[in-house]
């Protein structure tokens, strides 16, 4: 099972992919992540980095960068319930006439997991769509901040 959401962002490429890089700075400000901590945040992002999600429900997420292109794309790969959930998301920046267009990817893997999403559907839908939307914005910030000289 797969659930993604792309969205139209008024930012060059390149803006988007610092606010991408940037994302344990913004991403617990969704409903429905509690904190987001980063292992070894010299060394961050790069292939094999840790990080921890808490989600609002109290559910720990331990997830790692598992590939980079640089100023296209992250994948990470990511383990809960004593590795019962396991999830593949993939972030990607795609250059568009006047900005670019920004997507979340997340493929549930094995036996449990797509059956967990299936039930979590809808909050998983509406987490996609405002880390998206999230995403944007600080893109969008950034690109004006860059633009303003500042």
């Known amino acids: 099972m797969t659930l993604a ?11 988007a992919w610092v606010a991408l890089l940037d994302f344990p700075a913004w991403f617990d400000l969704l409903d429905t992540v509690e904190a987001v901590s980063v292992d070894e945040p010299l060394e961050f992002p790069v292939p094999g980095s840790p990080f921890t999600i808490v989600t609002g429900e109290g559910l720990t997420l331990r997830c790692r960068i598992a590939a980079l292109e640089p100023g296209r794309r992250i994948d990470v790969s990511v383990r809960g319930l004593r590795f019962l959930f396991r999830s593949d998301v993939r972030d990607e920046i795609e250059p568009a006439e006047g900005g670019c267009v920004i997507s979340r990817r997340e493929t549930y893997r094995g036996p449990v997991s797509p059956a967990l999403a299936w039930i979590w559907r809808a909050r998983q839908r509406e987490e996609l769509g405002a880390y998206v939307k999230e995403w944007c914005w600080e893109a969008e910030r950034r690109a004006a901040v860059r633009h303003a000289g500042g």
């Open 5 to 15: 959401d792309r969205r139209f962002c008024r930012a060059e490429p390149a803006d």
